[in-house]
């Protein structure tokens, strides 16, 4: 099993562009999530998605969009960057049952010029 | 909407003594969770906190969850440096998760 998958590993972006972070995760969970975890801070919620057809908003979604056509897949799409997003994004998955435990996907470093 | 608190913040000790970090959380919490981060590296799952009064043991730590208190501790037993890393933990409430800022702990020789 590969577990959590996240492309690409670094991006950087000029102010106003667009871009999809890929998560994918061969575990067939139902919960899939993003975070974003900036300098000295802990993870914060963006969205999350409790099965394919499912989003919901976390405590910063704004301007962030989310989809989740298929159980494996979870991408984020940053509409028009700013440079206040750039930070490392991180997605988890896992099972809504039973103990729940968290996989963390390795991340990736998006810097906005 | 739910906050999780922990503290110390930082915390530098020496090999072989003990500590405890404090998690405290606001409102209920479906789960409690305790991660691990090493520096430039993703979050590791340590333990997943169901019930009051569960309690979880790895090696040199234990988890605890007191529901009534809204409190779960991670207590690190005989530290040694390899437990250096920055640990957090999180609650959710209704699958919306909420971390903790973390608490970066260095272990001296």
């Known amino acids: 099993n590969a577990g959590v998958t996240q492309t690409p590993k670094f991006q950087v972006l000029k102010t106003g562009q667009s871009m999809t972070l890929q998560c994918a995760q061969d575990m067939n969970h139902e919960y899939m999530s993003w975070y974003r975890q900036d300098p000295g801070m802990g993870l914060r919620l963006i969205h999350y998605s409790v099965g394919a057809g499912i989003t919901d908003q976390g405590e910063v979604p704004n301007g962030y969009n989310v989809s989740r056509s298929t159980t494996e897949d979870f991408p984020l799409r940053l509409l028009s960057a700013a440079p206040s997003q750039t930070s490392v994004y991180f997605c988890a998955s896992s099972s809504l049952g039973g103990a729940g435990e968290q996989f963390f996907g390795p991340g990736t470093r998006l810097t906005v010029l | 909407e739910l906050k999780v608190e922990q503290n110390p913040l930082f915390l530098s000790m020496q090999e072989g003594k003990n500590y405890t970090i404090y998690c405290n959380y606001s409102t209920t919490s479906d789960r409690l969770y305790w991660y691990r981060q090493d520096p430039g590296k993703s979050l590791e799952s340590l333990f997943v906190?169901?019930?009051?009064?569960a309690v979880k043991q790895e090696g040199r730590l234990m988890a605890s969850l007191d529901t009534k208190a809204r409190l779960s501790t991670l207590h690190i037993t005989a530290a040694v440096h390899d437990l250096s890393a920055t640990y957090f933990c999180?609650?959710?409430?209704?699958?919306?998760?909420?971390f903790g800022a973390g608490t970066r702990l260095t272990v001296k020789p």
């Open positions: 906190l169901l019930s009051n009064g």
């Open positions: 999180a609650g959710d409430n209704n699958n919306d998760m909420r």
